[in-house]
């Protein structure tokens, strides 16, 4: 039986999200896109113009990937709504990835303000996806609001330092019945690997696979770890010991007299 993330009544195959910034130009992120072949990617909603005379972004997503538009740039609920209805309005969909960020040094979102846009939107009939800091208790309340997923970040946005809040998104995949994406900070295939491994539903990932070196392999490199790392997470990880235990008998020994 195919292994399908569900949500809002889309089946995913593909549980590596992947972001559209940073990107050196939109057809290594097309291409990016393909190598992955990723089924969703965000969008800032800032860099979508189809008005625009110069190349406009929205051409650059394959068809077969869903738009999921983000609210980046937003400060606080209000402005997170209002990009929202715009980019709805605009036919770039209603799933929507909200972001509000009053911190500029860290980059760290506003928990509050991020709950509040969600009581919004949900009501409005959009799909929403919050980005926060990992907070059980807040993550529960934007469940009970209607979120269609949480996103808790792994380590600050762009900082490629890993899953610096394993135990913390551990803790929310086992206490909220919501898919759990882990998305910021990711650095490395090996730990989106681990990200699936916890439990997790998806992960997002921007800045590791748009400023590599090779960002279509590297884009591959993260899809299929992804997809190692939920195959191993579904085939059920063995329990850490503490002492040693041998893979083969201890007895019987060529040398052992009957």
């Known amino acids: 039986m195919e292994d399908l993330l569900e949500i809002a009544g889309e089946e995913i195959g593909n549980r590596l999200f992947i972001g559209t910034g940073k990107f050196s130009s939109y057809s290594i992120m097309k291409q990016s896109l393909g190598a992955a072949k990723a089924e969703v990617a965000t969008v800032a909603l800032r860099r979508v113009d189809p008005d625009s005379k110069n190349e406009n972004i929205m051409d650059f997503v394959p068809e077969s990937c869903r738009v999921m538009i983000n609210t ?39 928990n509050l303000e991020t709950l509040k846009a969600v009581e919004t939107l949900v009501r409005e009939g959009f799909v929403v996806f919050p980005y926060m800091s990992p907070d059980l208790s807040m993550g529960r309340r934007m469940a009970e609001a209607g979120a269609a997923a949480v996103m808790p970040l792994g380590s600050p946005i762009g900082s490629n330092r890993g899953v610096k809040t394993r135990e913390l998104i551990e803790i929310m995949i086992n206490e909220i019945n919501l898919p759990i994406i882990v998305d910021a900070g990711l650095g490395r295939p090996s730990e989106a690997c681990e990200c699936m491994e916890l439990g997790s539903a998806a992960v997002l990932v921007n800045t590791a696979i748009a400023v590599s070196n090779d960002p279509v392999k590297m884009a591959k490199a993260f899809s299929e770890s992804v997809y190692a790392g939920r195959l191993a997470y579904l085939s059920g990880i063995p329990a850490i010991e503490k002492t040693a235990s041998a893979s083969s008998p201890l007895t019987g020994f060529l040398r052992d007299k009957k």
């Open 72 to 110: 980046s740039g937003a400060r606080n609920a209000d402005e997170a709504i209002r990009i929202a209805r715009l980019a709805k309005a605009a036919g770039a969909g209603n799933w929507i990835k909200i972001e509000v960020i009053r911190d500029n040094k860290y980059l760290l979102p506003d």
